[in-house]
């Protein structure tokens, strides 16, 4: 099956210190990414929605320059945490549409745990 | 705005009993909804999709139903073994490959 990773899978950082997270599907192409947080004992929420080559679209109350987005390529998306703080520390999890299966063939990477100290 | 919701939002049963998860989301017109399961600290595998012109669909132990008019879904799972032990999380899309909205999720812990 489609497998979509994420490196790291951990990282405990400093505050103030900027961490990127990448989101890659390793065996299929993605024109569609989606980044979401987690906090504990709550959903996922939505973050932003990353097109290959464009311009990657925020949730309402998602901070843009705080958490950059950057889809490059079909197989890879990275977000960057910019000036983290503790209450940044959260469960990030991207997914990954198939551009070649049905547009809700969505697969999910593993997750990053973030600890901002 | 679409909202999920789902009690209980934890779940303590012996192995053997069958349970239902509940599911409710408050904009009907919705265009699929998907249950997942997640073990903790990792991340999401998707158990079974339900197009919003299904009423049901069935994977081995597990049955998914769906009321759109009402806004319900429920997840039946049949003779629960500890394996099954895990957070269910249940969400639905809007739209054609839209992003899907999740609830908070039902933990489970089937004792053996």
């Known amino acids: 099956g489609a497998v979509v990773s994420q490196h790291p899978s951990r990282v405990i950082c400093k505050s103030g210190t900027s961490v990127k997270i990448e989101c890659r599907s390793l065996d299929f192409q993605a024109t569609t990414m989606f980044w979401y947080r987690q906090f504990p004992k709550q959903s996922l929420m939505l973050m932003a929605t990353s097109n290959e080559g464009s311009k990657a679209t925020y949730e309402q109350g998602v901070e843009k320059d705080k958490f950059l987005i950057n889809h490059a390529s079909l197989t890879l998306s990275t977000l960057t945490v910019t000036s983290a703080h503790p209450e940044d520390s959260s469960f990030y999890i991207c997914?990954?549409?198939?551009?070649?299966?049905?547009?809700?063939?969505?697969?999910f990477g593993p997750g990053t745990r973030l600890t901002v100290l | 705005k679409q909202e999920v919701t789902q009690i209980p939002a934890a779940l303590s049963v012996p192995e053997g009993e069958n349970l239902v998860l509940n599911c409710s989301f408050t904009?009907?017109?919705?265009?699929?909804l998907q249950w997942f399961r997640q073990d903790p600290g990792k991340g999401l595998t998707s158990l079974l999709l339900i197009q919003s012109s299904q009423r049901e669909q069935t994977s081995g132990r597990l049955n998914a139903s769906l009321d759109k008019s009402s806004g319900r879904s429920t997840l039946y799972i049949a003779a629960s073994q500890p394996g099954d032990s895990a957070t269910y999380l249940c969400a639905v899309r809007n739209g054609a490959g839209t992003a899907l909205i999740f609830g908070k999720g039902t933990t489970l812990s089937v004792s053996s």
């Open positions: 997914s990954a549409r198939d551009r070649l299966a049905g547009v809700d063939t969505q697969y």
């Open positions: 904009d009907s017109a919705i265009y699929n």
